[in-house]
C-alpha cells in the first residue's frame, strides 16, 4: 500500500469490520474520513458491487472527494459506480430512480429561494406584526424547517427560533397570541406545495423516510439495491436525518464515522445523542474509537485539549500527536479589523516569500465570511490570490444589495431585478407600484429618458434628485467614486432602513465595498464579479467561489472559509480570525448555555484544522470594551462577556502572546503619570 493508505491498527479494525452495524466515534485529525474511504476501497475489493455502496456526506464537495479518492487507491475503472451524495440528493436520486415507489415522480423540487416565494404569496408580501414582533416570511421558513428537522412542536419551535429560548411569562404569552396566525400561514404554505406539486429540501427526506418506515415492500426493494450506507460527520445529523437512517437498519449495514466535539450544526437542529445513543438505538451495533491524532503537532492539541476540557460536557478525548512537538501557537492582538488584515497579509507574503510556502499552505477562518470581508478587500489590494468557502457573500447582504442596485441600473438599464430592488427602497413604493415604473421602462427604454422617468415616478425634490444623482453617476469613469456617490444619497435611507444593527454591523461594509471598486477598471466587471457570487449555491451548500486574481493558471491559492465549512479541510498554517470575547462565544449566545457549548465547538474545529502553525488573532479593543457588560442568565445570574470569554484562563505557557504596534509607530510615554495644574496660564493681577 502507498504511503497515503496506510492505516493504523485501531482504523484497520474498523475498516475490516465484520459485525452488522459500527460507529467510529473519534477525535478530530485522528483519520475519520481516512478510514471511510479505506472501508468502501475494502467493500468493493472484497467483491461488493460498488453501487451497492451509498456513501453520505454534509457537502457535495466531501461526496465527491471522497469518491475520487476511494477510485485512486483502486484498479482502473473499478469504483466507477460508486456513489456519494448528501442526504437530499440521495433522495432526490432515490425519489427519481424509484417513480412508483416514492410516488413522487411528478413533482418539481424547489430550492430555499423557491420558497421564500411562495411563502411571500401566501403572506400576500406582508411581514406578520404583532406589538413589537415582525415575523418575516424567511423566518417563517425557518421555523417551519426547524419544527420538520428537529420534530419538535410549532410551539418550541417558534420559542427557539423567535424568542431564543425564553421561559418566562411574557414570551409565553406572546407565543399563545403567534401561534394560531403561524399555523394559519404555514398550512396555507403546505397547501400551496401540494397544490403545485413541489417538494422542498425537507419534504424529499420525508417522503422517503416515511414510505420507508411504514411500507414493508418499500423496505425489501430498497434491500436490493443498497447493502452498505456509509455515513460522514454522523454528529451533525439531526432527527429528521435519523428518521431517513433509522429503516435503513433494518435494510442493510450501516458504517458511520463522527465526533461528538465536533457537532456545530445545532442551529440547524443536529443532535449529536445520533452518536451517543448509536448503541442504544442500533441493535447489533458496536462503536470503536480512534486515539491518535496524525494531523497536528502537541502545541496544537494542547490548546485544544484544555479549550475541551473547560467545557462542563465531558468528551472524555485527550489528542495525542504521533507527530510529536512543534511550534507554540500564537495569540496576536490587534486593535481592529483592519490591521488585523493587513497583519494577515504580511504573514503569509512573508512565509511565501522567506519559508517557502505555498499560498495554498494557509487556510483563514472566521465565524462568517462576512467576518472576512476586509481581509478580502486587503488581499485583492495586494495580490494574494483566494477563494473563500461557505457563508453568505458579502454583495449579497441585502444593504450592499440596495446600494450596488443604483449601479446595476446606471450599468444596465435592463436590468428589471436592479429596477425593483432600487425603487422600493425609495420611501413610499412598494411593489406594485414599482413593477408599473418598470413598466413604462421597458416601454421607453432610452438611456437618455431614464432621468425623466426617475422623476415621473417620483415627482417633486426627490425624484429630481434621484435623476441628478443618476447623471452624476453616469459620467464617472472611476468606479470608487461612482460607490462614494451612490452612497451619500442613500446613506441616510440606508441608516434608517437597517436601523436595528447600522452602526454596528453594516455601516463599516461601505468602506470596504469602496475599497473592492476601486480594484476594478469598469463597473461592469465590479457588478459582474459581484453577481456570480449568487450563482454559487449548489443544493443550499456553498461552493467554491474564486477571487478575480485566480485565473486558471493560477491554482495556488489562501482559503478563506467560514468555521462551518472548514469540516474536514487541514492546512500547514491556519489563521482563526477575531478570537476575541464577544465573538467566542458569541454576545448572542451568552444567555444559553447550549449555545455557549456549540461555540466552543466550533473555535475547537476551527484549532484542529492546523498541522504545523496556529495562529488566534485578536482584538483589544473588544477586550477592554467588554468588561462592564452583563447579561441575565435564565437562571437569573450575571454571566458576563468577559467572564465567559473562552481564553479568559488561558495558560501563558500554551501560546506565545504578540500585540501588533499601531500604524503610526509606538510612542514612547514618560514611566510615571505626571500631575497636572490647573491654576497656571491665568495672570490675577
Ligand atoms: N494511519 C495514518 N498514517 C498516516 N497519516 C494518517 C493516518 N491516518 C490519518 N492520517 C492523516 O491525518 C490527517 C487527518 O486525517 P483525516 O482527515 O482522515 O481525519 P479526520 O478524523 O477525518 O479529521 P477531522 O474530523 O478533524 O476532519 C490527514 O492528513 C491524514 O492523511
Not at 7 to 30: I, M, P, R, S, Y
Not at 313 to 319: A, F, Q, V
Not at 485 to 502: I, K, N, S, T, V
Not at 644 to 665: C, M, R, S, W
Request: with cysteine; glycine share 4%.
Amino acid at each position: 500500500m502507498q504511503s497515503d493508505h496506510k492505516l493504523n491498527d485501531g482504523q484497520q479494525k474498523a475498516v475490516e469490520f465484520n459485525g452488522k452495524h459500527l460507529l467510529v466515534l473519534a477525535g478530530a485529525g485522528t483519520g475519520k474520513t481516512r478510514t471511510i474511504i479505506a472501508r468502501a476501497a475494502y467493500l468493493i475489493e472484497r467483491g461488493v458491487d460498488p453501487s451497492k455502496i451509498q456513501i453520505l456526506t454534509f457537502t457535495k464537495k466531501a461526496a465527491n472527494e471522497i469518491v475520487e479518492r476511494v477510485k485512486s487507491t483502486l484498479p482502473q475503472s473499478n469504483g466507477n459506480n460508486l456513489s456519494g451524495a448528501t442526504f437530499h440528493s440521495w433522495c432526490n436520486q432515490l425519489i427519481v430512480r424509484f417513480p412508483n415507489l416514492f410516488g413522487a415522480a411528478s413533482y418539481t423540487v424547489i430550492d430555499p429561494d423557491d420558497q421564500l416565494s411562495i411563502m411571500k404569496m401566501v403572506c400576500g408580501n406582508h411581514n406578520l406584526e404583532f406589538g413589537k414582533l415582525r415575523i418575516k416570511p424567511q423566518e417563517l421558513i425557518d421555523v417551519y424547517s426547524f419544527a420538520r428537522n428537529t420534530k419538535k412542536s410549532l410551539t418550541e419551535s417558534l420559542r427557539q427560533k423567535l424568542f431564543k429560548n425564553r421561559k418566562d411569562g411574557d414570551t409565553d404569552y406572546e407565543l399563545k397570541t403567534i401561534k394560531p396566525h403561524v399555523e394559519k400561514l404555514l398550512r396555507a404554505y403546505q397547501a400551496k406545495k401540494a397544490e403545485q406539486r413541489y417538494l422542498d429540501y425537507d419534504d424529499l427526506l420525508l417522503v422517503v423516510a416515511t414510505q420507508l418506515k411504514d411500507n414493508q415492500e418499500a423496505r425489501s426493494i430498497l434491500a436490493q439495491h443498497i447493502e452498505y450506507l456509509l455515513v460522514d460527520e454522523m454528529q451533525d445529523t439531526n432527527p429528521l436525518q435519523w428518521t431517513l437512517l433509522d429503516p435503513f437498519v433494518s435494510i442493510c449495514k450501516l458504517f458511520c464515522v463522527g465526533d461528538d466535539a465536533q457537532s456545530i450544526y445545532s442551529f440547524r437542529g443536529a443532535d449529536f445523542k445520533n452518536v451517543h445513543l448509536f448503541k442504544d438505538r442500533v441493535p447489533e451495533s458496536e462503536v470503536y474509537k480512534l486515539e491518535k491524532n496524525y494531523r497536528s503537532t502537541q502545541e496544537i492539541l494542547d490548546i485544544s485539549n484544555w479549550l475541551l476540557e473547560k467545557s462542563p460536557i465531558e468528551y472524555n478525548k485527550k489528542l495525542e500527536a504521533i507527530r510529536g512537538t512543534g511550534e507554540l501557537p500564537q495569540l496576536v492582538n490587534v486593535s481592529d479589523e483592519w490591521q488585523e488584515a493587513n497583519w494577515v497579509a504580511d504573514e503569509i507574503l512573508k512565509n511565501y516569500t522567506d519559508e517557502d510556502r505555498m499560498f495554498s499552505d494557509h487556510l483563514i477562518l472566521s465565524r462568517s465570511q462576512y467576518y472576512a470581508k476586509s481581509l478580502q478587500a486587503v488581499f485583492i489590494r495586494r495580490k494574494i490570490p483566494y477563494v473563500t468557502y461557505g457563508g453568505r457573500k458579502f454583495m449579497q447582504a441585502a444593504h450592499i444589495k440596495d446600494l450596488v442596485s443604483l449601479l446595476r441600473i446606471v450599468n444596465n438599464p435592463y436590468d428589471e431585478i436592479a429596477w425593483i430592488r432600487f425603487l422600493t427602497f425609495q420611501e413610499g413604493i412598494g411593489e406594485v407600484r414599482a413593477s408599473r415604473i418598470l413598466q413604462q421602462v421597458i416601454e421607453k427604454i432610452d438611456v437618455e429618458e431614464i432621468p425623466s422617468i426617475f422623476q415621473n415616478a417620483m415627482p417633486g425634490e426627490d425624484g429630481k434628485k434621484i435623476a441628478e444623482l443618476y447623471e452624476s453617476i453616469k459620467e464617472k469613469d472611476d468606479v470608487g467614486k461612482m460607490v462614494d456617490m451612490a452612497y451619500e444619497a442613500m446613506a441616510l435611507g440606508l441608516a434608517f432602513r437597517y436601523r436595528r444593527d447600522w452602526e454596528e454591523k453594516r455601516k463599516g461594509d461601505f468602506p470596504v465595498l469602496r475599497l473592492l471598486a476601486d480594484s476594478y477598471p469598469t463597473l461592469g466587471e465590479f457588478i459582474g464579479e459581484g453577481l456570480l457570487d449568487n450563482s454559487e449555491q449548489m443544493n443550499g451548500v456553498n461552493v467554491l467561489s474564486e477571487s478575480k486574481l485566480n485565473t486558471a493558471e493560477n491554482k495556488d491559492h489562501v482559503i478563506i472559509s467560514t468555521i462551518h465549512s472548514a469540516k474536514g479541510l487541514e492546512a500547514d498554517v491556519c489563521i482563526v480570525l477575531n478570537v476575541s470575547p464577544k465573538a467566542f462565544p458569541s454576545a448572542w449566545s451568552l444567555d444559553n448555555l447550549e449555545e455557549i457549548e456549540e461555540d466552543r465547538r466550533v473555535l475547537y474545529v476551527a484549532m484542529t484544522r492546523a498541522k504545523n502553525r496556529l495562529i488566534l488573532t485578536r482584538n483589544t479593543s473588544s477586550i477592554t470594551a467588554v468588561h462592564n457588560r452583563a447579561l441575565p442568565t435564565p437562571g437569573g445570574q450575571k454571566t458576563s462577556d468577559a467572564e465567559t470569554y473562552f481564553l479568559n484562563e488561558l495558560p501563558d505557557a500554551l501560546v506565545e502572546q504578540k500585540t501588533i504596534a499601531h500604524q503610526f509607530g509606538k510612542v514612547r510615554d514618560a514611566e510615571t503619570p505626571n500631575t497636572i495644574d490647573l491654576s497656571s496660564g491665568m495672570d490675577f493681577s
